[in-house]
């Protein structure tokens, strides 16, 4: 893995000499020059009107800005397309959305970014830059070098992995969070930060979940989320940042290799049933996830970006498509691959997550609010798999 940069206690310290500076030399000098522009103006002998200065109000974001970077003040239009940021953009989601945008708004106006290599594929369809999310003074520049206006954060250690690396998936999910909110803020932008199934745990309701409801998740992927809800929001209602999020349930697709999540197995069933006609699944046959195909995902994505503020009556929704268990998925598969085996070694770790995880979300705020409609449920999800990996010779031999 890369190596990251992390603000340490000494960045913090630099952070207060320079407010101290800022007071005590700057803004003594800055009020002496404005009344010396000023008499100079007032007294001129030309007999023309005092001229009006424009003076821009200087807002301070959450964390003191101690860069020398020069800025360039650029007006936007709201004709113009955003300039988009997505971090982890290598990940399940991040290509496809990339995609997407690029079709909507061009190009060059959605940059990529990761901290690892991209593919060839990848790197030649559009602007892809590095970047570690734990690297504030990069990330800083990347936004304002590319005058960026929205930002995409999928950042993020998932269920599974976080379990196994407690202290990574701290420092990614939740130091991450803090350096992407702070530059959002600093710099006006819209700010979309997914959350999940996984910020709920086992005393919230799981038949349906609600949008507001307890949220007392076990997992450090899970108490992160949470914590990116509740930041955002606050930065929001602090700081008025226009925050954007949405809890995806488990996300299905095609052109990516699972990712460590728990619902990963409604993944790998397809490309196990393609490649050698067998799935072994890690939870029981009965458990109850909601899922999502992922261009019902990345579609509401979208639509959750570009809504009217005002139409937006919270700032954290819940969305939802179907809800199948591993059992129904196979059954499923089994009526275009009859010859499928399924067997089952329960992933004890994987189980328990799943065991406290919504049964079914309830996601009528999304649908009224803002218009949300999903397009995939389960015959169509499994149909649309099949196709798209590759298994015509298999289905043809089935049939």
Request: net charge neutral; with cysteine; aromatic share 8%.
């Amino acid at each position: 893995m890369a190596s990251r940069s992390c603000r340490s206690g000494g960045v913090v310290e630099d952070d207060k000499i320079q407010t101290i500076y800022l007071v005590t030399v700057k803004m003594p000098v800055i009020r002496t020059l404005s009344k010396v522009a000023k008499h100079a103006l007032l007294s001129s002998g030309c007999g023309c009107q005092p001229i009006t200065v424009a003076v821009r109000t200087i807002s301070f974001s959450p964390r003191q800005v101690t860069s020398d970077a020069s800025f360039h003040s650029v007006s936007f239009s709201e004709t113009d397309h955003p300039k988009v940021l997505i971090t982890g953009g290598l990940g399940q989601l991040g290509v496809g959305l990339a995609k997407r945008l690029r079709k909507r708004f061009g190009n060059n106006n959605v940059i990529l970014s990761d901290i690892r290599k991209p593919p060839s594929h990848v790197f030649h369809s559009g602007p892809f830059i590095y970047s570690d999310i734990l690297d504030y003074k990069n990330l800083r520049e990347i936004v304002v070098n590319n005058r960026i206006t929205w930002l995409v954060h999928y950042s993020a250690l998932l269920s599974a992995v976080g379990e196994a690396n407690v202290a990574l998936a701290r420092d990614v999910n939740i130091t991450g969070l803090h350096n992407i909110l702070d530059i959002a803020a600093e710099h006006g932008l819209r700010l979309f930060v997914p959350s999940t199934i996984g910020a709920f745990g086992p005393t919230s309701p799981r038949n349906p979940t609600p949008d507001l409801c307890v949220q007392r998740p076990r997992t450090i992927y899970g108490v992160s989320k949470v914590h990116a809800e509740l930041m955002g929001e606050y930065y929001h209602h602090r700081y008025g940042l226009d925050f954007r999020c949405l809890r995806y349930p488990g996300i299905i697709s095609a052109d990516s290799q699972p990712g460590g999540g728990t619902t990963d197995y409604a993944v790998a069933i397809f490309h196990d049933a393609v490649k050698t006609g067998k799935f072994e699944c890690n939870l029981k046959p009965d458990t109850r996830l909601p899922m999502m195909y992922i261009d019902d995902c990345l579609r509401a994505t979208v639509e959750m970006m570009e809504a009217p503020t005002d139409t937006l009556s919270m700032r954290t929704y819940n969305i939802n498509a179907m809800s199948f268990t591993p059992e129904e998925l196979a059954h499923e598969v089994q009526k275009q691959l009859p010859d499928l085996e399924v067997t089952y070694d329960i992933d004890q770790v994987r189980q328990a997550i799943a065991d406290s995880w919504p049964m079914n979300f309830e996601d009528s705020n999304a649908r009224n609010d803002w218009g949300w409609k999903h397009d995939y449920d389960l015959p169509e999800l499994v149909q649309t798999m099949l196709n798209y990996i590759g298994s015509d010779s298999r289905v043809a031999q089935a049939n």
